[in-house]
């Protein structure tokens, strides 16, 4: 399961939105949503754990009683200074409240937060570096578990670099794997031809945080759940 988190800001509605995604199926096509109500400028989610236990909930009655194997959370809009409560707070609600989905302790979780307002610049010679370009060593931390991927082609100026930071991995994913994960996400958003800059779980989790703060204001029915009506 690959599942994009999401808070809007809304500052003439005073209020925020979460928004989280989760796939349903193996290609990736289909997917759960839910949406949580936070506070003006709330940015960490109380009910995060909870619609994680609903997706799983969902993701069964589409595979036929089956959980998910392995899980790769993608979590936008997360400062540095607010990693360690993410991992206090969101990641620990989130093991506890699927521990009755996995009673033989196996939940194979990965937690990613996704940056995209970031000064850092890649240059390949005098050129922007094709879409692909990972780099995981030498201006990255060396006590963090992170990389740089650019996902798109640019026509004028410098191209921007995306910036993933594992935070808790227990799902043995060697970082080939994430790294190439992350970027055959950014082709799958279905709202655009190309690739986008993050994987396409977080930009529907921020399409969806952005109608419901902006436009609805309220819960969206849950006959809606499992379509992409905020596309």
């Not at 796939?23 to 003006?40: C, L, T």
């Not at 240059?123 to 030498?138: A, M, R, S």
Request: some cysteine; hydrophobic content about 40%; proline content about 5%.
């Amino acid at each position: 399961m690959i599942v994009g988190f999401d808070v809007t800001h809304s500052k003439s509605k005073g209020r925020s939105v979460g928004a989280l995604v989760a796939s349903m199926n193996d290609g990736f096509s289909r997917y759960f949503s839910a949406i949580s109500m936070h506070s003006e400028g709330e940015e960490l989610s109380k009910d995060i754990a909870m619609q994680m236990a609903k997706a799983i909930v969902k993701f069964k009655s589409y595979n036929n009683g089956a959980v998910p194997s392995k899980i790769i959370f993608y979590r936008d809009g997360v400062g540095d200074g607010n990693i360690h409560y993410v991992l206090q707070t969101e990641v620990k609600r989130i093991n506890d409240e699927l521990k009755p989905f996995y009673p033989k302790d196996d939940l194979k979780l990965t937690y990613i937060i996704v940056t995209k307002k970031i000064n850092t610049r890649l240059f390949y010679g005098n050129e922007n570096p094709v879409p692909g370009t990972v780099v995981d060593d030498v201006i990255t931390q060396p006590e963090r578990y992170d990389f740089f991927l650019v996902s798109q082609c640019v026509n004028q100026g410098t191209v921007s670099p995306t910036h993933f930071n594992v935070i808790y991995d227990t799902g043995n994913n060697g970082p080939d794997m994430l790294q190439r994960l992350s970027f055959k996400l950014c082709h799958l958003y279905f709202n655009w031809s190309g690739t986008v800059r993050v994987p396409a779980p977080v930009q529907y989790a921020h399409k969806l945080a952005f109608l419901v703060g902006q436009a609805i204001r309220t819960a969206p029915n849950t006959g809606l759940e499992d379509l992409l009506y905020f596309l």
